[in-house]
């Protein structure tokens, strides 16, 4: 497939790593492909580790693996909040099923264990949750950038050169299919004028339970 025909999903919430968000997004964008941002909620500010924004272009419930070619994961502590999220669990597991590439970073390993989408391959994650990965079923490796079949993770954002390459790759590889219409939406864009603050919010009246959520200065 020609980059200029590939779409791809960039995962967003809170607390993202930003280079690991922005650098696939920005990269792909200079290659041609189409890049849509899926958050939880259409339209809602996400905040980055240090406040860096960036907008959900489409909600995750706009949309279904079909209408896509590749899946890019970014960690920070994004993938915590990211598996909380039935919708996003379930859109990561079915790209997996229909062999749609999957491609993580760094944290981004705790959605795929919680996906159930590594056991008996080989990965890598941030060694920090290489536990998780492990419990999950992976065989984990200690290496920078692990392909196996059409998922890719790789390690920490030194490693997002080579991680690219490899989205590059599955991208140059697919063939190009039928996909539905993607639905109307905003490109966002990663200038800003003002910082996002994350906050808490009660999940429901009376509840105990918060959830984060941002907004700019």
Known sequence: MD???ARVAVLCENLYQELELWYPVLRLREAGATVVIVGPVRGEVYA???GYPAVAEVAIDEVTPEHFDAVVVPGGFSPEYLRRNKAMVDFVKASVAEE???AAICHAGWLLATADVVKGRR?????TIKDDVRHAGAIW???PVVRDGKLLTAQLPNDLPAFLAGVLEFIAEAEQTERPPLPDYEPSSAVYSSPALLKNRAAGPGSANYRAY???A
């Open 3 to 5: 980059v200029s025909q």
């Open 48 to 50: 980055s580790k240090l």
């Open 100 to 102: 749609k590439p999957v």
């Open 123 to 127: 990965a890598t994650s941030v060694a």
């Open 141 to 143: 490796l200690d290496e």
């Open 214 to 216: 941002a907004e700019l």
